[in-house]
């Protein structure tokens, strides 16, 4: 029997976490059953030297290297012919796309030429909608509604953003499939038995003082809410001086200026480091007191679960919709809401608790295993992918 040939979609390969399921995806669906491709918008982003082999590339900018218009839309229309042409070249059995953006263009393209399509919303759109879309949101929006109408399959990040979707996107209720994410549980764990290479972060306390180390990890944008974490940072300081706090920031995006200013303005040079993106991101986790998530949207973010398979307790603000899930409302992690003194209070509940966010830890990173395995997601795709290329 002939294998599935699927295409996976998304812009680029940043390290983000759409990205990176996407990559992990790549990596371990089935070989015997299953023949992966990937197209791009750019061929760019630090997670590209982890596509397998055996998976070919293709981008839009390789493939169309004509001078941007200036014409509203024009882009968009090129994209959307060139994935068109793309597909009627290979002939796949299914298309699967990640991110709105890319559902724009890879479902419209795939269900031009006949071709099976699975979308993947990952994020709740209520909040996350309005500030990527851009221009032109309501079109856009009408426009998603419909492709998300005749697709395949939709899938959601979480039982809330599926929930969302439906109602954001005037779909069926319970047309929207939950999708965890899956973690990729071995590799985090031999990740995190690496070093820290980091004079700063290894450095012991000054004088007396307790040593608090925070990681945080996600692209440099607003909704990932540094720039609470850090002002939370700057109260927490104030409020225990006993206590050395330090704040690593892994990632990078185009808000690392206006962070790295409010750092410089707040006299935290000494406190707060933005690091830039690490490969080896759960060895940060790892070993550091505390993981916060200060995001004010989110899906299902892969960092959180990550950080919780490391063992490192962890404080996540209450963003619709997925920590709650993840955190099983405050059963494996401190929930709080999304602002700097909430953020603060929660994190000075650990530092006044540390024995009782151990315990959650604990129990945390066996919740990761059983619920959101790369195992388990893959094994839920393969059979969403085969039912979307049965139902053609």
């Not at 976490?17 to 299953?34: C, M």
């Not at 419209?108 to 209520?126: C, E, L, Y």
């Not at 945080?216 to 225990?240: C, E, P, T, W």
Request: with cysteine; glycine share 6%.
């Amino acid at each position: 029997m002939s294998r599935i040939r699927v295409v996976f979609s998304i812009g680029e390969l940043h390290g983000g976490g759409s990205e990176r399921q996407i990559v992990n995806a790549l990596i371990h669906l089935d070989r015997r059953r299953f023949e992966p491709h990937l197209y791009l918008v750019y061929r760019s982003g630090p997670l590209l030297p982890l596509v397998p082999d055996d998976v070919p590339i293709t981008s839009f900018e390789e493939r169309d290297d004509r001078s941007p218009s200036l014409i509203p839309g024009s882009m968009h229309r090129r994209r959307v012919r060139d994935m068109q042409r793309f597909l009627q070249e290979l002939q796949p059995d299914v298309s699967y796309d990640r991110t709105f953006l890319m559902t724009l263009i890879a479902a419209d393209a795939a269900q031009r030429v006949g071709i099976p399509n699975v979308s993947t919303v990952v994020t709740d759109p209520q909040r996350g909608f309005a500030p990527v879309a851009g221009r032109w949101q309501s079109i856009k929006r009408r426009r998603l509604g419909q492709l998300y109408h005749r697709s395949n399959a939709v899938l959601a990040v979480s039982a809330g953003a599926a929930r969302s979707a439906e109602a954001f996107y005037g779909l069926r209720p319970n047309s929207v499939v939950t999708q965890y994410n899956g973690v990729d549980v071995n590799r985090v764990r031999i990740a995190a038995s690496s070093d820290v290479d980091s004079p700063w972060w290894n450095a012991p306390p000054k004088q007396d003082s307790r040593l608090v180390r925070i990681v945080s990890a996600g692209r440099l944008n607003h909704d990932k809410g540094f720039h609470l974490l850090i002002d939370a940072v700057d109260r927490l300081q104030s409020q225990y001086p006993a206590v050395e706090f330090r704040l690593a920031v892994l990632g990078e995006g185009p808000s690392r200026r206006q962070l790295q200013d409010q750092i410089d303005r707040l006299q935290l040079t000494e406190h707060v480091s933005l690091t830039g993106f690490r490969e080896n991101a759960p060895a940060w986790y790892r070993s550091a007191d505390l993981f916060v998530l200060a995001s004010l949207v989110e899906g299902l973010p892969n960092v959180l679960l990550e950080a919780m398979v490391c063992g490192t307790p962890v404080v996540s603000t209450r963003c619709q919709h997925g920590p709650e899930e993840i955190l099983a409302n405050g059963k494996f992690g401190i929930l709080c809401g999304m602002s700097a003194d909430s953020l603060s209070a929660a994190i000075g509940e650990f530092v006044q608790n540390p024995s009782t966010a151990g315990q959650q830890a604990s129990a945390a990173d066996q919740h990761v295993e059983s619920m959101f395995s790369q195992t388990a997601a893959i094994h839920r795709l393969e059979a969403i992918l085969d039912s979307a290329v049965r139902r053609k």
